[in-house]
């Protein structure tokens, strides 16, 4: 969105992507949205990864009250505050971006003229692709397990689908406390539909202390260990480890498709 | 991929991602193994964006040679050089990763002991949707349109596919001078399968000056404005503008599915 609007007086609302976690991914332009900023938003883990500074104030919020979260922001703006409201990865990619429009939609016709500026960011696929070597070299989806706003249905329906197009698959959002089943149903569904030895990884916290890399293939891999933290990456039929010297792996998915059949 | 590995010496290849063209959306890491690298190689417009300076030699190269820079980039850092090779966006998504790591499978040995690591960016995706307001809040598929690698066949299934998955669809190299038909195929095929009235964005060269943006609905807009430039967004049975004062649309799906009806 263009910078240029500034039709409700002077506030500005930015919509920050930081990243996976480390500074090193946060883009430079995410980083001059925060140095302009005077009021931060967001969900706390978040807020926290943005350092103190006099003149910036901080309204972390707990998780899942995304609207009320967008709201705040959007009156804030309203009333000339520059706010940036932030989210790990990319905003766009499930996450602060989508809601903050939702709120304006049906919202104050004053938060429709707002000078809003979504800011990208490396998303956790793009960062766990990284560092496992090159798994999206070829056409991929990107699928949330949460059900927390959509049916199962339509989780299963696209799992199906993406199957059905030997996509690469990358789950985000695979288990949480509250929602420990998914990924098991959601592995049990892609155990039926794609071959046993389809190379699988559960990339947990990529770049951050706490990182754990498990590979494996999508039979026998334990589904148990994912945790809301893991970004998982089911292969296409291409997908395959190559071995390294000291049983280390790269995950490539090849620019080609079906060369050797 | 850890950058622990000195098996091969103190060579070094660092794969990267330039982001989709400002300075801005370059991360801090990228710019880093930009300034550690002694040797610079990829496609021209590519390292025409890293600045010149004492000490890094620059091997800029055609279009269509990928295995070539690929083996030439391997063989520099199995001499012990710090490599760099440059990709626009995400080097993952479509990138030179995947060219390198298919060149070390089958290549030398040593080339699969390298300290290879890969440096993740904003991919062409994610800018366009930051630029057009949320249009990934939802699921979504990443499909390259270019049959130089794959049979137009497996493109359509997925094609197929994902309009039966109702994802939210970016289609990457939608048309060069050498291939100008596969965008009006898709279209063809696209329209036959999905709601004309489903919201399309045709992002050109999002962040550059030469920066063109399309809205418009399936069955209307005109893919002969497409160009290799351009990333091309198709919409879920959910995704929709959002009118703003101005005449300016904002582009949502929203993180609920299916919760008008």
């Not at 480390?22 to 990864?49: F, H, N, Q, S």
Request: charged share 25%.
């Amino acid at each position: 969105m263009t910078s240029t609007d500034k039709s409700s007086g002077q506030g500005k609302l930015f919509i920050v992507g930081l990243g996976p976690g480390p500074d090193k991914w946060v883009a430079p332009e995410a980083r001059e949205a925060l140095e302009e900023a005077d009021a931060l938003i967001g969900y706390k883990p978040y807020t926290d990864r943005v350092p103190e500074r006099a003149g910036l104030e901080r309204f972390p919020s707990d998780n899942r009250v995304e609207l009320d979260r967008a709201r705040h922001a959007l009156r804030l703006a309203c009333a000339g505050r520059k706010v940036a409201v932030v989210s790990g990865g990319d905003a766009g990619v499930f996450g602060m971006a989508a809601a903050v429009l939702e709120a304006a939609e049906t919202g104050e016709a004053d938060w429709r003229a707002l000078d809003i500026q979504v800011v990208p960011g490396v998303s956790a696929v793009l960062a766990a692709a990284a560092r496992l070597g090159a798994p999206l070299g070829h056409d991929f989806c990107v699928i949330s397990l949460s059900d927390n706003l959509k049916p199962w249905d339509i989780i299963v329906r696209r799992l199906r689908s993406a199957a059905e197009g030997d996509f690469v698959i990358a789950l985000y959002n695979p288990a949480s406390k509250a929602r420990p089943r998914q990924i098991f149903d959601a592995f049990e569904l892609l155990r039926e539909l794609k071959d046993g030895a389809t190379p699988v990884a559960l990339a947990r916290a990529v770049g951050r202390a706490d990182e754990r890399i498990i590979l494996g293939d999508l039979a026998l891999i334990d589904p148990g260990l994912v945790d809301m933290a893991t970004l998982v990456l089911v292969g296409s039929s291409e997908t395959r480890f190559i071995p390294r010297p000291g049983g280390e792996k790269w995950l490539l998915t090849p620019r080609s498709y079906g060369a050797g059949r």
